[in-house]
């Protein structure tokens, strides 16, 4: 659920930008990847992080949380300034660079102008949210994005509609919203960790405990990082591709990824719950439990996502409706959603089994073949299939079920071999 409500602020932004314009869904929707790589980079590190503090509290290693928990937020701290820095020296220029026209440029320009700081909000209070994880919280957190996600509506609803005026355009009040609504989900954790259940920091803990700690979590957290973050570039080179297969093809793209949300979510959440209980079984040592957990956790992750999918591809004519009036999208879109049907069930075991591969230090290999995959095989393939043999769009969803599933046979296999056994940063 909150992983869900996260998402749900975008989803409801893109509803809120079409009630501007169509234009504006396109332009701030076709941005998204720009907005989303900081959060997924930060979001991978903090594998690193749970994934050595979750085998400290496996292996009853309490004394060095506390230092640890406030080693965390400095980092995320910084490296989300250094993001919000970035975006706000080059918020004129992205969009000329992701290929869109000017008057599109000018919308994401707006945009990342007001957004840019809530990335430094989000960085912290995805620290803050690993601290409630770990601890197995995750409820605090629920409650924290649900809340943010309810302000988030209120706050758009005001804006958009009028009852308060700033002089913003549309799609600044959109970004505003969002930001503030961040910054009341942070405000909420930091009474969650430190109010609500009394965890406190050592702000004395030393410069080598830092580093011996960052050194230890980085060595989960830059492979983690290098998957996710080569598949945001990767699937930003797939949108300049889409930018070039026309209004239609951008359109359809946006509505469709923001259907599938819900269980692509679903999958990445199973995910991250494995992901925790797996952390401390690795402490333990307990290695039966491990395969016991992975098992059901795809069985979860499968059944789940593709009960959703089948749903949303069966009332997809009413499901479009949400965003637009336009049929041609509908049939588009409907016909990707049943090539996403035959993609996810493999991108449901890749969730559960690569998570576990990277928490428990094995990192490496599941990132140079995702990287390899897909730049190798997917990008490749998206231009054959797109341009070359000119399927449009369902040419780039079929290139991404071909990745896919060449991951999830490989992936599989490297589980199997049992590598992952021998292979905890703690034993550094």
């Known amino acids: 659920m909150e992983v869900l409500l996260t998402y749900l602020i975008t989803f409801t932004d893109v509803l809120f930008l079409n009630s501007i314009s169509d234009s504006s869904a396109a332009a701030i929707g076709t941005l998204m990847p720009v907005i989303v790589i900081p959060i997924v980079i930060l979001h991978s590190l903090s594998i690193g992080t749970t994934g050595v503090l979750g085998q400290m509290l ?29 975006y706000l020296l080059l918020h004129q220029d992205i969009g000329k660079w992701m290929g869109l026209n000017d008057d599109m440029n000018i919308l994401t320009s707006s945009y990342l102008l007001i957004f840019a700081p809530a990335l430094l909000i989000k960085s912290i209070q995805i620290g803050y949210g690993s601290i409630l994880n770990i601890n197995g919280w995750t409820n605090l957190n629920m409650y924290s994005t649900l809340i943010a996600n309810i302000l988030n509506i209120i706050l758009n609803s005001i804006f958009i509609f009028g009852w308060l005026d700033f002089g913003f355009d549309g799609v600044q009040y959109v970004a505003l919203a969002s930001a503030l609504s961040y910054l009341v989900g942070l405000s909420i954790v930091i009474y969650f960790v430190h109010l609500n259940k009394k965890v406190k920091f050592n702000f004395h803990g030393s410069f080598l405990e830092m580093k011996q700690y960052l050194s230890q979590s980085m060595k989960i957290g830059i492979p983690a990082t290098m998957e996710p973050m080569s598949y945001e570039f990767n699937r930003f ?15 359809t793209r946006i509505y469709t990824l923001n259907l599938i949300l819900i269980p692509v979510i679903y999958s990445q959440a199973i995910g991250v719950g494995n992901r925790i209980i797996v952390s401390h079984l690795l402490g333990a040592g307990d290695f039966t439990r491990i395969g016991e957990q992975i098992r059901q956790s795809i069985r979860l992750s499968i059944l789940g996502s593709a009960a959703m999918i089948l749903i949303i591809w069966l009332s997809s004519d009413f499901a479009f409706q949400i965003f637009t009036q336009d049929r041609d999208i509908w049939v588009l879109g409907s016909t990707l959603l049943f090539i996403d049907l ?40 998206v231009f054959l299939f797109s341009v070359v043999f000119d399927y449009g769009l369902v040419g780039v969803w079929l290139a991404l079920l071909v990745d896919e599933y060449l991951r999830c046979i490989v992936c599989s296999l490297r589980w199997k071999h049992g590598v992952w056994r021998h292979a905890s940063p703690l034993a550094v």
């Open 237 to 251: 080179f797939i949108t300049v591709t889409v930018i070039s297969l026309g209004t239609l093809a951008i359109s």
């Open 58 to 86: 496996g292996a009853n290693m309490y004394k060095r949380l506390a230092a640890n928990y406030y080693f965390t937020i400095i980092f995320n701290f910084s490296i989300g300034l250094c993001v919000t820095l970035v």
């Open 342 to 381: 035959l993609r996810h069930p493999a991108g449901a075991v890749n969730m559960v089994i690569v998570n576990s591969l990277v928490v428990s230090g094995d990192a490496k290999y599941p990132v140079t073949l995702s990287i390899a995959s897909m730049w190798l095989v997917c990008l490749p393939l």
